[in-house]
């Protein structure tokens, strides 16, 4: 995946802009959601793994700590190699990469959303909020739920995105879900870099009892001012920095 994948756009920055950034600036993980001693994939990033689920389209992706669901919609690359970022017409979708791995199947499935577009916050304006042992929730064709658990939240400077490290192969089941992060430039106009959440499979459900993701609550009118939106930034030469 990592041959493959170049950069994709996550954000357009110009909500941020027109808004003013200090007050509007999605959230960045802290240095205690980073990857301590071992990389990840590694046994003691996490003890509990689940078993590989059959190939299978993903339909939605859930953060309930977040409040996040959302549809996701098939990605694929642009002609300049980059990761096609999922249209802006609608803030509440997310995307993964249809050539690469299905989230459940052994190996790294890649999601990726905007975290803001002209309009206001979209779908992964709070990614960087998430933390170690947090759940993602995969609802799947097959009628199963693919549930992640989070080994660790990091940022990367576009300029020198791990493309190996975030979309390298992988001999379990792994999630990386993507957005725009590391800073904005006001002068540049766009992110500067990426968030990146690492996970792994660690349970499957069946669809029901519970299972199911959480119905999709959008922030209360007031939680975001009019003033807060930021716009797509460009993208690196690495696999994994999207501008969303």
Not at 40 to 46: I, M, N, V
Not at 188 to 212: C, I, M, P
Request: glycine letters at 10%.
């Amino acid at each position: 995946m990592a041959a493959a994948v170049t950069a994709a756009a996550c954000g357009t920055g110009v909500w941020l802009i027109v808004n003013g950034s200090r007050d509007t600036a999605p959230p960045q993980p802290s240095v205690a959601q980073r990857f301590t001693a071992r990389p990840p994939g590694s046994e003691a990033a996490t003890e509990r793994a689940a078993p590989p689920l059959p190939a299978a389209e993903p339909l939605r992706v859930a953060v309930p700590s977040l409040g996040i669901d959302a549809p996701l919609t098939r990605l694929e690359l642009a002609a300049d190699g980059s990761l096609a970022p999922p249209p802006e017409a609608d803030r509440n979708l997310a995307g993964w990469y249809a050539d690469g791995t299905p989230p459940g199947a052994t190996g790294t499935a890649l999601v990726a959303g905007h975290v803001d577009t002209r309009a206001g916050p979209a779908v992964f304006y709070r990614l960087g909020a998430l933390k170690k042992g947090h759940t993602v929730r995969i609802l799947r064709a097959d009628g199963r739920v693919a549930v992640f658990t989070v080994d660790a939240v990091e940022v990367y400077d576009g300029r020198h995105f791990p493309d190996e490290k975030v979309y390298g192969e992988a001999p379990r089941p792994e999630l990386r879900l993507i957005t725009c992060g590391g800073g904005f430039s006001r002068t540049r106009q766009e992110y500067l870099g990426n968030v990146v959440v690492f996970a792994h499979l660690t349970d499957s459900q069946a669809r029901g009892a519970g299972s199911a993701p959480l119905p999709w609550a959008r922030p209360p009118a007031d939680r975001f001012s009019a003033r807060s939106a930021p716009r797509t930034a460009t993208r690196s030469a690495g696999p994994a920095n999207p501008a969303w």
